[in-house]
């Protein structure tokens, strides 16, 4: 009897499935990238390892640091390149400006979408959500410390003959992240 119960346990409790169309994901620096997202990921993640040399053979064993994979974004382009350059010149203000502009630019478009950031604040943090199937925040991602690190060509082409609409991709670095329930608890 008691095995049997012991089997129901370990069941799931909710058979739903997640599902890949179903997230929005917000970030604090560039708002109009968010509104367009449609391609978003919670990167992979390694923990390194320590090897313990032996007389026979060598064992693996649990390191103390984490790797996170990269964060990747895709939104679609709006025709006035808002949402684009909003990305474009954030790492123009991290980067290296052609001048001091840019960096006022960055430094001035940060006091805006957060009135509470320090000077100079170069960082931005995200939260990917994801939906259920009723539309509604199952868990979300919080991204602690990002900062856009690739942005990807936008290319022109007369020859094709399907109106084709632009997808940027942006790749984020981020100092680490927590998946959490939608009252912010860590799962």
Known sequence: ?????????????NRNFLSSV????????????????????IPGLQLGVAVQP????????????????????????????????????????????ESLNEVARL???NKQNEPQAKSMDIYSDGTLQALNSNQRVQFQVQFNDMFPVALSDLSFDATNPDIEYFTAEAVFKYTFYKIQSPEGKTL
């Open 54 to 97: 032996t007389y026979l053979k060598d064992i693996d064993v649990p390191g103390d640091k984490m790797f996170f994979d990269d964060f990747i974004l895709r939104f679609i382009v709006d025709e006035d390149l808002e949402n684009y350059m909003q990305i474009q010149n954030w790492m123009r203000g991290l980067g290296y400006p």
């Open 107 to 109: 430094e001035r478009t």
């Open 1 to 13: 009897m008691a095995e049997s119960r012991n089997l129901y346990t370990n069941q799931l409790s």
């Open 22 to 41: 179903g997230f929005r994901f917000t970030l604090s620096r560039a708002r109009k990238v968010s509104f367009l997202s449609n391609s978003a990921n």
